[in-house]
């Protein structure tokens, strides 16, 4: 198998070392490797089901460390401090994600508002009320309703200082109504690709923003389920790029104007901020999939999507001792290493200060945060 892994890398090393990536070029890699064995799927299943759930619900606030989301969705354990709030709303989202990944392998189901409101049901879980203080003191609430279309407007204050409108609660239904039936068409007449319809759809579901709460999950949901229906390995959209996801959203009404309606009915050349930057993350995401399948080096590492080459072969061996040794101690490590304690802490220092390692509180040992490419 590793000499077979050794070949594919190399007959794939001219799209990896390419200037400029592109979604065919990235499709092309991935296909170059199928069928995937049930162990590379089996490890891609449990890398993705972190990084999405980890990245979608923190780019809305949720205070879950990558750590403890791969020990709750992975192992069902809770390490650390953290909120009940984070933690249901961790599982919620798993829950959806799989939910989301079933209906988009019924390929000749199309798409329905039902869905859409049955995974919001599962994220939210139920309806709540949130208080909050208006400008004069007084205090308010409102309920946030599960599964329910808005009743009340919102709206959102961008970076710049600008408050921007959604669909107002009375319009929504039509516009989702003209949402689904636009994708339904758009999905059998072919003519736009999978990452233009997805890239579209999400533009046009943020410009309606249907529910009180839960749609930016949901839109990367929808994303999710657009690629695999047709074949594409699904995406992560990183919070660690938040920002440029934003910035090409913003970039994108601009051209569209901020009526609810026409940004709900948006041409893909209105968009173009959104689609490119959408464009290569899907590329980005593909490519590092083929990478991460396919590289075959013990000094390369994966945390949260992104590649990470020790430099020096301790750090990669004291990560596989830790695996295969989970209790191992500082004076096992230290023979192990043929170093001295000291240097045994540096490296475990390390580990720690980024987030590949924790120690494990009750049981003793050391728990592996960061997955091999072998």
Known sequence: ML??????????????????????????AWNAIQPLSDRDRERLSRKFTVDFNFNSNHIEGNTLTYGQTELLLLFGKVVGEAQMKDLEEMKASNVGLKMMQEQAGIKDMPLTQSFIRQLHKTLLREDYTVYSELPGGQQTSYVIHASRYKTRP?????????????????????????????????????????????????????????????????????????????????????????????????????GVGSTPSVGAHAELDKIRPFLRYFTAQVAEEIYNDVRFLTEPDENVWWYDGQRVEFRTPNYAKILRIMQSQPSVTIDSLREQLGINKSAVQRLLSSLKEKGYIEARDNEGGWRVLITPSL
């Open 3 to 28: 000499v077979k892994k050794w070949y594919i890398y190399h007959q794939l090393e001219n799209i990896f070392t390419m200037k400029y990536l592109t979604v065919p070029k990235a499709i092309a």
């Open 154 to 254: 919102n709206s959102v204050i961008t970076r710049y200082g600008d408050r921007f409108e959604y669909a107002a609660p009375e319009e929504t239904a039509a516009l989702m109504a003209d949402l689904v039936d636009w994708y339904n068409e758009a999905e059998t007449k072919g003519k736009l690709s999978p990452v233009e319809l997805a890239a579209l759809f999400h533009y046009r579901y943020i410009r309606i923003h249907p529910f009180e709460d839960g749609n930016g999950r949901i839109a990367r949901l929808i994303v999710n389920y657009i690629l695999a229906r047709h074949d594409y390995p699904m995406i992560v959209v990183r919070c660690r790029g938040k920002k440029d996801y934003l910035e090409a959203l913003h970039q994108a009404d601009l």
